[in-house]
């Protein structure tokens, strides 16, 4: 890959005041940067990064097979409740209409402010009462409405099939094989269910690790944690979405970029790139609290496209090995990144405290 690219990229994440962003090619660390007061090995809330390890947990219990189809009836699922508003409409919204935002229940979640549905949910005494009992506003599978309830239902579903809330069973059935030890979630609510549309914390290490886990299909040291399938419709993205993005199974994607990714607000991000063999992540900042634009804040910065199409510039280079440079100080202006087996020097410009450094990467994951 182009040390000089990867530089520019460095520096233009930089100035959009983020925290953190890392880059694994052939399964190997290209480019790792931390910006200050945020440095390597800390939890960072992931925010609606969590509504794709929540669907992630979705495809463990398809290929363990406790959950039969994400063509099962919600309602169904759920027959133990005392259910509002039920129509046709609401008898047909299945498990994979909430995967895909398309469970044509009304909803609104712009601003969070207390008026809007989804902060209504977080003052219910039932929660996943409360989301089942919204009425409908169209019919299920027909389209997209960007909904935190749906994922709340599917963290209460892993309670119903497996007995656990959604953390205890990541940590049993995701975060153990794949050797993650950062995660952190929020408390679990009255009924014991786990938030499943925020709350997740990991390091941008053990972010990664979810990412490699699609780049391989599923598959992880010998594996299969999830269906190949489950990835397969995953990064196609089936779903017409907003902003240009399309949307599946909880996961963004741009399938004309072969790109697709895990995302939340204020640029939390997990970037797949299959062709190229890329696992990429970003952390940032409140950035309204940073006093930054409303462009920043939206949660699909310029980082983000810059990084899902940073490999316009590449140029074809051996994997690198070895930690070749740490640059700590402030204003940094030189660092040396090992790139085809041969030093580069690149320059990293205007950020005021950072540190960059390549080497390997899988070795790390296997501890």
């Known amino acids: 890959m182009d040390s000089a690219s990867l530089a520019r990229l460095v520096e233009t994440v930089g100035t959009y005041k983020q925290d953190s962003l890392m880059i694994i090619r052939h399964g190997k660390i290209v480019a790792e ?21 929540i669907g992630t947990l979705t495809a463990i219990q398809l290929q363990t097979g406790s959950l039969d189809s994400v063509d099962h009836p919600v309602m169904d699922l759920f027959a133990d409740k005392q259910i509002q508003n039920v129509d046709d409409r609401k008898k047909a919204m ?8 398309t469970s044509g229940m009304e909803w609104v979640e712009k601003a969070y402010t207390p008026d809007e549905t989804i902060m209504k949910m977080y003052e219910s005494p039932d929660r996943t009462v409360f989301v089942l009992n919204q009425p409908m506003a169209g019919t299920p599978g027909t ?27 990541a ?38 690790k979810i990412g490699y886990l699609y780049l391989h299909n599923g598959r992880w040291d010998g594996r299969q944690i999830i269906p190949p399938s489950w990835v397969d419709r995953t990064k196609a993205g089936g779903v017409t979405a907003t902003f ?26 997990i970037l797949v790139l299959p062709k190229l063999d890329v696992v990429a992540v970003m952390t940032g900042i409140d950035v309204a609290a940073a006093g930054l634009s409303n462009r920043a804040a939206a949660g699909r910065t310029p980082c983000m496209n810059r990084l899902a199409t940073f490999a316009a510039t590449r140029r074809r280079c051996g994997s690198p090995s070895g930690v070749v440079s740490n640059v700590s100080g402030l204003r940094p202006t030189i660092s040396a990144l090992n790139v ?20 390997p990467w899988i070795p790390r994951l296997r501890e």
């Open 340 to 359: 085809a087996r041969t030093p580069v020097t690149v320059n990293i410009r205007s950020l005021s405290r950072c540190s960059v450094s390549a080497g």
């Open 94 to 101: 299945t498990v994979q209409s909430l995967l895909d935002m």
């Open 244 to 269: 240009g993005f399309h949307y599946a199974n909880l996961w963004w994607s741009l399938p004309e970029k072969g790109a697709y990714m895990a995302q939340g607000r204020h640029s939390q991000l």
């Open 171 to 208: 940590r049993k059935e995701l975060f153990e094989p794949l050797g993650i030890k950062s995660a952190k979630w929020g408390a679990v609510d009255a009924q014991g269910v786990t938030d499943g549309e925020a709350g997740l914390f990991l390091s941008p290490h053990d972010m990664a």
């Open 143 to 169: 389209s997209f409405n960007y909904n935190g309830g749906n994922p709340y239902l599917l963290s209460a579903l892993i309670n119903k099939k497996s007995g656990q809330n959604a953390f205890d069973f």
């Open 33 to 53: 940067a931390y910006y200050a007061p945020y440095v390597a090995g800390i939890s960072h809330d992931l925010r609606s990064v969590t509504k794709s390890v």
